[in-house]
């Protein structure tokens, strides 16, 4: 099972991004889905989450111009971003909890994707 994130960029101040990210492989179920991120010399911190059913939550920061939403039949989780500011600068990396066909329920990651807020 893997995890393919997509979508970053360079934007400016005020602009608008989406994120994606797809799990292939051997896939029985996908549980949650999140998005974290980590900024130049900080630790990486949690963005959003989309459950199965499709309940989220978002860390304050980003409640009100994020939006996270996934494509079940696509193993897609996507990161709407509005209004991003130059301090959403980070490296965004996808996360599910994922029942792999014959492996065990486990946590897995994507390869983070660079969004840049800079006019």
């Known amino acids: 099972v893997q995890l393919q994130a997509s979508g970053g960029g360079l934007v400016h101040p005020g602009g608008s991004l989406t994120l994606s990210c797809t799990a292939s492989g051997n896939i029985a179920r996908i549980n949650s889905m999140r998005w974290y991120r980590q900024a130049p010399g900080k630790q990486r911190d949690w963005v959003a989450t989309?459950?199965?059913?499709?309940?989220?939550n978002y860390v304050a920061s980003v409640k009100g111009r994020f939006t996270i939403s996934r494509d079940n039949a696509k193993n897609t989780v996507h990161l709407q971003m509005n209004s991003l500011k130059p301090e959403d600068t980070a490296v965004y990396y996808c996360n599910a909890l994922i029942l792999g066909v014959g492996v065990p329920l486990s946590d897995y990651w994507g390869q983070g994707t660079l969004v840049t807020v800079s006019s």
């Open positions: 989309i459950t199965s059913s499709g309940l989220t």
